[in-house]
């Protein structure tokens, strides 16, 4: 079964450095998201990509943040300048219609 | 605000009961309903999606919808300790394709 595949899975950072993470969506999907989960709570939405450019973003996807399609195949978020409450599991997902395959997620934890 | 409200539980049965998990959402025009499965520290599992009102059946798994009440739920059948885990209502925002979550309901299923 097709998958969506996210690296690292696991990143320790410094507060106020900045990150990558990477995904690989499934290759026949049209969208692409990103959402976070802190620990304990909500899955959040951050931005959907769809065309190679954002469609949507919500209040938590800042100046701090950006989304890039590089090639045909890679999705990534990047965090500039790292804050504590950073510090989440971030989920990219990619579907086509319908329901949403979601990656295994990178932790990001900020000291 | 569009917001999809769960019991946080937990939710406890024994095995082979039927556990019912219950979700509300506030936009009155959404369309699409996910039920997704939560292992600690793992991503979101898709069990089943909806759109009609009514029943949907998938093996032990049924979901059922009531767009006047604003309401959706999952059953499940003969439940097994594997099962045990956090499940995430999860309603499609028309706008913009995203996915907005409840917080989850954790069920623990006791051999």
């Known amino acids: 079964e097709p998958e969506v595949t996210q690296t690292p899975s696991h990143q320790v950072t410094q507060m106020g450095q900045e990150v990558i993470l990477r995904c690989v969506p499934i290759s026949n999907h049209l969208y692409f998201y990103w959402y976070r989960q802190i620990l304990g709570q909500k899955v959040e939405f951050l931005v959907s990509f769809y065309n190679n450019e954002i469609s949507e973003k919500s209040e938590i996807f800042d100046d701090q943040f950006s989304v890039e399609r590089p090639d045909g195949s890679n999705f990534t978020l990047k965090i500039r300048s790292t804050k504590l409450e950073d510090s989440a599991m971030y989920f990219c997902?990619?579907?086509?219609?319908?329901?949403?395959?979601f990656g295994s997620g990178t932790r990001l934890t900020v000291v | 605000q569009k917001e999809v409200e769960q019991n946080s539980g937990p939710l406890s049965v024994p095995e082979g009961a039927i556990a019912s998990l219950n979700c509300t959402y506030s936009?009155?025009?959404?369309?699409?309903f996910f039920w997704y499965r939560q292992y600690s520290g793992k991503s979101p599992e898709l069990i089943m999606s909806i759109y009609s009102n009514g029943d949907k059946e998938d093996g032990r798994f049924t979901a059922q919808l009531n767009k006047a009440s604003q309401y959706v739920s999952l059953l499940i059948r003969d439940s097994q300790p594997s099962d045990s885990a956090t499940y995430l209502c999860?309603?499609?925002?028309?706008?913009?394709?995203?996915?907005?979550f409840g917080q989850g309901t954790e069920l623990s299923v006791k051999p």
């Open positions: 936009d009155r025009g959404s369309q699409s």
């Open positions: 997902a990619s579907s086509r219609l319908g329901g949403y395959t």
């Open positions: 999860a309603v499609g925002d028309n706008q913009g394709g995203k996915l907005i």
